[in-house]
């Protein structure tokens, strides 16, 4: 079955930086490669995805790339904000019938400022 | 209008007993799931139907029983709970298996 590795689990930056997490994936077959943010106490909520036919997606301060030949996909979030502070994971799946999102294991990011 | 929800929110009860968590969506999705949160917020995926249908069952002991009364609602039952069922179980729903899912707010589970 599918495996995602996720680094780092933690990251600390200053408000204004960039932070940069990375996720790789073990299934050739998966194509579908979603972010989800999860704030303290909350649920996880989708910030931005991407599909194995398209490289890289950018939404305002949010951006995601995908290389399928090394089967790794990274978020990108620039001028990062106190408010960006939550635990990120990264997720892939066949985006097919029986299939179901498997999840990194998480990335904290603390912005301070 | 909440899109997944599940109930109750906070479940403190004694080993041994036996426990319901109740979960519905509104969002006219076919495919519902469980995942489980432990302490160290990993998310793993327990179970997930399509149409009433089991399609997902990922090695989890059979104290855990889900059920599908329609497709809207995705209900998981626990027999005989044990410390280590301590955790926050998301219900979640997707309009296809494996896309984009909804989560509802999620319940903690306490046992003690």
């Known amino acids: 079955g599918e495996n995602v590795e996720q680094h780092p689990s933690t990251l600390s930056v200053q408000e204004g930086d960039s932070a940069v997490i990375k996720c790789t994936y073990s299934d050739s077959a998966s194509n579908y490669f979603p972010w989800y943010k999860q704030e303290l106490g909350k649920r996880p909520q989708l910030i931005i995805d991407i599909r194995s036919n398209v490289g890289e997606k950018k939404d305002q301060r949010i951006a995601v790339t995908l290389n399928k030949t090394a089967k790794h996909f990274s978020l990108h979030i620039t001028e990062t904000q106190p408010e960006d502070s939550a635990v990120y994971f990264c997720?892939?799946?066949?985006?097919?019938?029986?299939?179901?999102?498997?999840f990194g294991k998480g990335t904290t990011l603390s912005v301070s400022s | 209008d909440t899109a997944v929800s599940q109930t109750p929110k906070y479940l403190v009860t004694q080993m041994g007993n036996d426990k319901s968590i109740k979960c519905e969506q509104n969002l006219g999705h076919d495919t519902m799931y469980w995942y489980k949160q432990d302490s160290k917020k990993f998310l793993k995926i327990m179970f997930s139907y399509n149409n009433k249908e089991l399609i997902i069952n990922e090695t989890v002991p059979n104290r855990f029983s889900p059920k599908s009364p329609d497709k809207a609602h995705l209900n998981l039952h626990i027999n005989s709970l044990e410390l280590g069922d301590s955790a926050v179980y998301f219900c979640?729903?997707?309009?296809?298996?494996?896309?984009?899912?909804?989560f509802g707010q999620g319940t903690r589970l306490t046992v003690v």
């Open positions: 997720a892939a799946s066949w985006g097919q019938a029986g299939t179901a999102l498997i």
């Open positions: 979640a729903s997707s309009q296809m298996e494996g896309t984009e899912a909804f």
